[in-house]
């Protein structure tokens, strides 16, 4: 009796742990530990913040679409060359964005950084897949040499 009492909590744990590894062996093949390969490159997605001289190499890269998200009154006292204008106040941002290519490559700026932040996030719920915020903003973007245009 004493031998049937010991097996059979061997038994569960026997049980339990080799269902737990068979569940381990179903996972997919694109999953490598905790991260997951994506196979499809209109899956992948980037939305971060990027130093002036980060935003500069992917401007010189080329295939961007470069939005400012300032008020146009600031886009015309000086802008990036080439920046689609996109105010962040005004009540159609939203809509506005939501026409943007959602597979291009988009890079957000503003005067210090903090709305082209607060545009990058509404960018992502709009589903735009890669997009670079300017950390720092025109103010370092200037301050690295970029030029402005106006």
């Known amino acids: 009796m004493k031998k049937i009492v010991f097996f059979i909590p061997l038994l569960v744990l026997t049980v339990f742990t ?8 179903n996972k997919p093949s694109n999953q490598t530990g905790n991260a997951v390969l994506v196979e499809n490159q ?6 971060k913040n990027v130093s002036a001289n980060e935003f500069k190499q992917l401007i010189a890269n080329g295939d961007v679409v470069v939005v ?5 009154n600031e886009y015309a006292q000086g802008h ?3 920046a689609k204008l996109i105010n962040l106040y005004d ?11 959602k597979g291009a490559t988009t890079l957000v700026y503003c005067r210090s950084g903090r709305r082209s932040a607060s545009a990058m996030r509404k960018m992502k719920s709009a589903g735009l897949n ?3 915020n300017l950390s720092g903003g025109l103010g370092a973007w200037m301050s690295s040499g970029g030029q402005v245009v106006r």
């Open 18 to 25: 080799t269902s737990c590894n068979s569940q381990e062996t």
């Open 42 to 47: 209109a899956e992948t997605t980037v939305h």
């Open 130 to 132: 890669t997009v670079y």
């Open 80 to 82: 990036i060359k080439g």
């Open 91 to 101: 009540p159609n941002f939203n809509a506005q964005i939501a026409q943007l290519d």
């Open 68 to 72: 400012d998200v300032r008020t146009p």
